[in-house]
Structure formats: C-alpha cells, structure tokens
C-alpha cells in the first residue's frame, strides 16, 4: 500500500492530511494513504530514514523538521538548496531520498499572478520567509524587502539571498507576511491593532499595499487579512498557500495532475469556511 505523510512536531494541527486523502479518493488511488507523523527533532533522523523501507514513497515537511530535511537527504533541488530548507521527501525504491521545497513556487502559484516587476515585502525571516524571498526574487520581482522582529536574522537572510532588510515595513505592490503572527483567532489573541503592531504596521498602511498574502492559516481571518479586506485589497490566505505547495508535491510523488479545487474544498471543511 504506497503511503505518504506529514512529519512535524507537533503536526495534529495539519490539514495536509485532509487535503491529500481527498485527491486521493478523487483520483480513486485505492491503497494510497496519508498520514501524520508526529516525530519529535531528537527522533527524526532515524524514522524519516526507516519511512522509504516502511512502504513510504514521500513525506512534506513542516515545523521544526525542514532544516533537517534538507541535511538528510542524498540529493537536493537548487532551490531547496538556496532557500536552505526542505518541506518535501521522495523516497525512492534504492533507498536514497530526495529533497525538494514546494513552499517557494507553491507561495507563486497561490498568488495568481506573477511578482514580475513588483516591489515586494516579506514579513519575517524564518524558514517560510526565506522560501517566500526566494520565489519572489526568482520570479523577477523589481526589489524584494524583508522586515523581522530581531533586525538581524532579516538582514542574515538578506545577505544570503541577495535581497534588502528594512528597519521597519516599507511601501510595496506586495505584503506576504511569513511571520507566526495571528496563528491565534482574533477573539483569542492579541486584538486586530496590536497583532498589526506587531508586524510594525498600522491599519491605514495595509490598505496601501496591492495584494496582501498572509501564509498563517487560522479559523476565520487573521488580523493582517481582515485589515486588508476591509480596505479592499485583495487577499491570498494561508489555506490558499497550503494547498498549492501541496498540489506540487502531490504532482511530484504520484505523477498524476492534483485535483486543486477538492483539494482546496477539503482544507476549508475543517474550518467550516465552505
Ligand atoms: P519560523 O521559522 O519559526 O519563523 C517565525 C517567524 O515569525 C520569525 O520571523 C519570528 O520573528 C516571527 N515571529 C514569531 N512571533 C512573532 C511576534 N509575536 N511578533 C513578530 N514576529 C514574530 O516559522 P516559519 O516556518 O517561517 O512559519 C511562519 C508562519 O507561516 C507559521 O505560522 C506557519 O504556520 C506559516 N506557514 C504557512 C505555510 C502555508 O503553506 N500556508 C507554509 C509555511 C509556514 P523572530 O525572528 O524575531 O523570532
């Protein structure tokens, strides 16, 4: 029974799982399964090597594993490579694993349109930030600007990919915050002004940017979203994301072409935003 699955830690959060099994039943793959695979950073050498002989044929990789990833692997894409971080495994039958991120032209895909010649700023500067920098930069984005909380990690990210750190958020085309701000629902967490103060703006200035992509997925909206749709900008969210990097892994490891919008329908349920 080919399988696949999510390692993370903690991963029970995961909608990839819904979204997989759903194109799977769709594409009536019978006897392909999708799983969680919670696995604690201590243990993830030795069980992501153990998944290839367990029946595996790929995992995706999410917090805190996708530095890992990448250093297991035998062999990596030049974007995963560059971007530092891997969020997708193909196991194959001789034993070697494969690397590959889908984060970075899974974040272009959601957008619906190219970056070319935009000015873009990237929130933050962990793993999700550099994938975000990355794409934008490769796509040809006229200047792509990162801003983070600790100025130093922006401007190590900065150097590595040739890219420009900001003191503080600047104008642009595009905003893609890559931060972990507005994981919580707004009831739960910091109000709407203070989750925006966090990410250094104010709710006029959202309404300046041209497009607004925020890549945490929450029940409901994020305060970066709701501030942007209430403005009238339009909006990528997070599911939006999730889902695509996940069609290009999908498409990698089953050769069959990702059924986006069940795919899309099955993320949504469990939110009961459909
Ligand atoms: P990460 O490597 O842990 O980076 C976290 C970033 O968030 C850092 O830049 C950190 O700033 C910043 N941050 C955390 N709390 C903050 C706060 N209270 N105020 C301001 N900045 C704060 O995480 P990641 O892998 O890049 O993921 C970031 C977010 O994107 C997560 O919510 C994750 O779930 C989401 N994500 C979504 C997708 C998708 O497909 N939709 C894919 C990947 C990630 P410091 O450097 O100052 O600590």
Aim: aromatic letters at 6%; glycine letters at 10%.
């Amino acid at each position: 029974m080919p399988r696949l699955g999510v390692l993370g830690w903690p991963v029970a959060h995961s909608r990839s799982p819904a979204i997989h099994n759903a194109a799977l039943a769709h594409l009536a793959m019978e006897g392909w399964r999708y799983q969680r695979l919670p696995v604690p950073p201590e243990l993830f050498e030795a069980t992501t090597r153990a998944l290839g002989p367990a029946g595996f044929l790929g995992a995706n990789v999410t917090i805190p594993h996708k530095h890992a990833a990448l250093a297991l692997a035998d062999t990596a894409s030049e974007a995963a490579l560059e971007i530092g971080a891997a969020n997708t495994l193909t196991f194959a039958a001789d034993g070697k694993i494969a690397a590959e991120n889908t984060d970075a032209p899974g974040l272009i895909a959601a957008l619906g349109r190219s970056p070319r010649g935009m000015r873009a700023l990237v929130l933050g500067a962990g793993g999700s930030a550099r994938a975000a920098a990355w794409a934008l930069r490769e796509e040809g984005a006229s200047e792509v600007l990162v801003w983070n909380r600790t100025p130093e990690r922006a401007q190590a990210l900065a150097s590595d990919l040739g890219v420009r750190a900001v003191a503080a958020p600047e104008a642009a085309d595009l905003l893609v915050n890559c931060t972990a701000v507005g994981l919580e629902p707004l009831e739960r967490s910091a109000t709407e002004p203070e989750a925006l103060n966090q990410l250094g703006l104010v709710f006029d200035q959202v309404g300046e940017y041209s497009y607004v992509v925020d890549l945490v997925y929450s029940e409901g909206s994020t305060p970066l979203l709701a501030a942007a749709r209430a403005q009238g900008v339009p909006t990528v969210d997070g599911l939006d994301v999730l889902v695509a990097q996940g069609a290009l892994s999908f498409e990698l490891w089953t050769g069959r072409e990702p059924p986006i919008e069940v795919m899309r329908r099955a993320a949504r349920e469990q939110d009961g935003s459909v």
